[in-house]
């Protein structure tokens, strides 16, 4: 535009707002698994792994993101498990794992349980893209079910065994391969191991044997708990409790800004800089 100020003819400078420039993160987001159950008469389902989510987002310059790393559910001495908490980063969220059953009720999340050894009873249901569905039961009273993975269904019980935990996704976000979000393996009433459900790869724990704790899923994996095993009429033993989830996020090192809060693990592979949060915080872009 020209202006007249009697003297001169000018041009206005031209318009120098510029728009924040967005550049290209891949993350992983894993939420924290299920719990698995246990009672004093029935053998209780795996735990179901935590949800999971990867892939490529935008993030833009100047703007901060937050990480929320979900817990996994607590481990039990009777009843239902506990459902594994959600993790999330900026819009994504990855739901919890479901809870193992002890009564043929699984319940649903990233990942299904797996159910109780009480009923007849399907496994508990998961997330469309997160997971897979835990096991289901069929009235055997000595076996359970084993809580579903992100790759795989948890296992059926059967005749003389207790179904497996289903398997996790594995990933190399970090620069190397890592499993995450097994499920739990159901516990079993024979005092053996080779009839309690194994956990699922990606850090599902296994189920427990008779009058035996099981074993919880692997921490910051998102690995659902085991199933805990018959007590002979009493509350002996503990169902393993669902590992905690994790968030990590892979940025082209020449862009990583440093600036982060929550006190994440901050190391680098090629030419990028990965940041793995195990607790809740923040990235500003």
Do not use: E
């Not at 980063?89 to 159910?115: D, Q, W």
């Not at 976000?173 to 079993?188: D, E, L, M, W």
């Amino acid at each position: 535009m020209l202006r007249n100020n009697g003297r001169h003819n000018f041009r206005s400078p031209p318009n120098k707002n510029t728009a924040p420039v967005p550049y290209i993160a891949d993350y992983l987001v894993v939420a924290g698994a299920g719990g698995g159950a246990g009672n004093a008469q029935f053998t209780g389902g795996g735990g179901g792994g935590g949800g999971v989510l990867s892939g490529s987002l935008t993030l833009t310059i100047g703007t901060t993101y937050t990480a929320t790393v979900g817990a996994g559910g607590a481990a039990v001495a009777s009843f239902d498990g506990n459902k594994g908490s959600n993790s999330t980063f900026s819009t994504l969220t990855a739901i919890g794992g479901g809870f193992g059953g002890f009564n043929g009720v699984a319940g649903a999340g990233g990942s299904g349980g797996g159910a109780g050894s009480n009923k007849t009873a399907s496994g508990g249901s998961a997330t469309s893209g997160q997971g897979f569905n835990g096991g289901a039961t069929n009235s055997l009273y000595q076996y359970s079910a084993g809580g579903g993975g992100a790759s795989a269904v948890g296992g059926d019980s059967a005749v003389s065994k207790s179904g497996n935990g289903g398997d996790g996704v594995s990933s190399s976000i970090t620069g190397s391969a890592v499993t995450y979000a097994g499920g739990g393996g159901g516990g079993s009433r024979v005092s053996t191991i080779a009839t309690n459900g194994a956990g699922g790869a990606g850090g599902g724990g296994a189920g427990g044997t008779n009058n035996s704790n099981a074993v919880s899923g692997t921490v910051n994996t998102g690995g659902g708990g085991g199933g805990k095993a018959f007590g002979d009429g009493s509350s002996i033993g503990l169902s393993g409790g669902g590992g905690s989830g994790v968030v990590i996020i892979s940025i082209p090192s020449s862009l990583y800004t440093g600036t982060v809060t929550g006190s994440p693990t901050v190391t680098t592979s090629g030419g990028n800089t990965i940041i793995k949060f195990t607790s809740s915080g923040s990235y500003t872009a």
